[in-house]
């Protein structure tokens, strides 16, 4: 697989203010600032690109949220987290870091402005998801909020063939076997809307355990890879606007 990279940037707000809980958009286009101050043309690439991206972008953590939005306080320490699955944009991203002269790296979400006090990179896993289901003529887009095992490991593959060296298996015969012996033993969810600038997402949010109905052990295999590459990769749609944010809980 090729590198993966989780970077969390801790960030200490300047100013009063209130952001909306949705701030997924504030975070996309943060991170394309950061990628146009190293690279424009790149930055203007991935913002028009159609295609899946190799990058993922979690909401603001900290903060007070409310009912009409998210309070941020001078002082308020907060952070986010930037995950990428291309090395080239990677080497990019930590360049806007190690080449800066200013002692005061700020990072800007919305109207707010937060400084950057330390920006952490691991490559090992230390959320919010919607599974789009496409359009049909007349009717609109469609959603599933419930994490069906082939919605959930299909995403995964098809985002793993795309960035990975090799293809870890044809995901044709992969959702066949999926919906053959992958069940959902138990899960904790709820459904939850985020209210973007411009139109509302239902999603939902909880934890969820999967059982492998046989003894397949290369399949299981397989499987638990891409248990742990949802936390670079997210699942679902809108990974980089703050949703799809996935990890493997240990029981």
Not at 10 to 30: S, V
Not at 158 to 179: I, M, S, T, Y
């Amino acid at each position: 697989m090729t590198m993966l990279t989780s970077t969390v940037i801790r960030l200490r707000a300047t100013q009063n203010g209130w952001l909306p809980r949705a701030m997924g958009e504030y975070g996309h286009a943060a991170f394309l600032s950061l990628i146009r101050e190293v690279a424009p043309d790149l930055s203007k690439a991935l913002h028009g690109a159609g295609t899946r991206q190799p990058y993922t972008v979690s909401p603001l953590v900290g903060g007070k949220r409310e009912r009409r939005g998210v309070s941020v306080r001078s002082g308020n320490s907060c952070w986010m987290r930037f995950t990428i699955l291309d090395p080239a944009l990677y080497a990019v991203f930590s360049r806007y870091f190690a080449e800066s002269t200013s002692f005061d790296l700020a990072l800007k979400l919305g109207e707010m402005q937060f400084i950057i006090e330390e920006v952490t990179t691991s490559r090992q896993s230390d959320g919010w998801s919607a599974f789009s289901l496409g359009e049909v003529d007349g009717c609109g887009p469609r959603f599933c909020i419930f994490p069906e095992p082939a919605l959930v490991f299909d995403s995964l593959l098809r985002r793993w063939n795309q960035f990975a060296d090799q293809p870890l298996v044809d995901p044709g015969e992969w959702q066949k076997w999926v919906n053959e012996h992958v069940i959902v033993r138990r899960y904790q969810a709820e459904s939850d809307l985020w209210q973007f600038r411009q139109h509302p997402q239902i999603g939902f949010v909880g934890s969820c355990t999967y059982e492998v109905k046989a003894n397949y052990p290369s399949e299981i295999q397989r499987l638990n890879a891409l248990v742990d590459f949802s936390f670079f990769a997210g699942v679902g749609c809108k990974t980089t606007m703050g949703l799809g944010q996935c990890k493997r809980i240990e029981q």
